[in-house]
């Protein structure tokens, strides 16, 4: 499967945001519905929660739109094997500058080390990238190794919607790449997608109002063959996580 990573990184709001490493930039449906993007964050250091995060790690961690590099940046800090990947040109050089490893690739493209990594990051609401989540985690398991740990970031609220957004800052309104799919997904949603894919919880768990979710892919001595059939729930109401043992630090 491909996506079209023209989409962010032709979106003119998102890099003009990533360089004045401030907002405001927002994903807006069809409906004229937006969703605020937190630029400030993502471009300052890796925050208290990333870090929870990032101890958590297992092996070399492939950070899948790695955005402007905070993340990268802190995992080359502690002398860990990490690479971050992003469509947009300007987020990739930043997470250069600041000292992370990147590359400009879309997680669909080619990438090195595949079948390797030990963990992947879908970060900052990146579970959603391409709008298929199903085909997302099929993806990320052909890059882990067996049994290797995905942790996402998942939507606060019990939603499972797919969506055609645009990057848009009000102002200026989008780029020339238009509307591209994306996806929002809840815990709850996230598990079920995951269990139909083959995946195994590890865990999950909330940190100053953002919800995590950790998987395990199959090991290479599992066999069992993931089911064809998902389920779309759209809009769903807001249900508090359950108190799930999250996967130990390492």
Known sequence: ???????????????????????????????????????????????????????????????????????????????????????????????????????????????????????????????GIGGDPRALLNRVAELLSPGGLLIAETAPVDIDERVEVQVVDVIHSCGPGGAFPWARLGTPALLR?????????????????????ALRSRSASSSAAAPKSTAVISSQRARKPSGERPVPRR
């Open 1 to 127: 499967m491909t996506t079209t990573p023209a989409a962010w990184a032709a979106a003119d709001p998102y890099a003009t945001a990533l360089r004045a490493g401030r907002g405001p930039l927002f994903l807006r449906r069809a409906d004229g519905w937006l969703l605020p993007l937190d630029v400030e964050r993502w471009c300052a250091h890796a925050d208290p929660v990333d870090r929870d995060v990032l101890d958590r790690c297992e092996g070399s961690v492939l950070d899948v739109g790695c955005g402007p590099g905070r993340l990268v940046a802190e995992l080359a800090a502690r002398g860990r094997t990490v690479l971050g990947i992003d469509v947009s040109e300007t987020a990739v050089h930043h997470a250069v500058r600041i000292g992370g490893r990147a590359l400009r690739r879309s997680v669909f493209d080619p990438l090195p080390g595949e079948g390797r990594w030990g963990t992947v990051l879908l970060m900052d609401g990146n579970v």
């Open 193 to 213: 997608q995951a269990r139909r894919a083959g995946w195994r919880a590890a865990g999950q768990w909330v940190a100053d109002g953002r919800c995590f979710v």
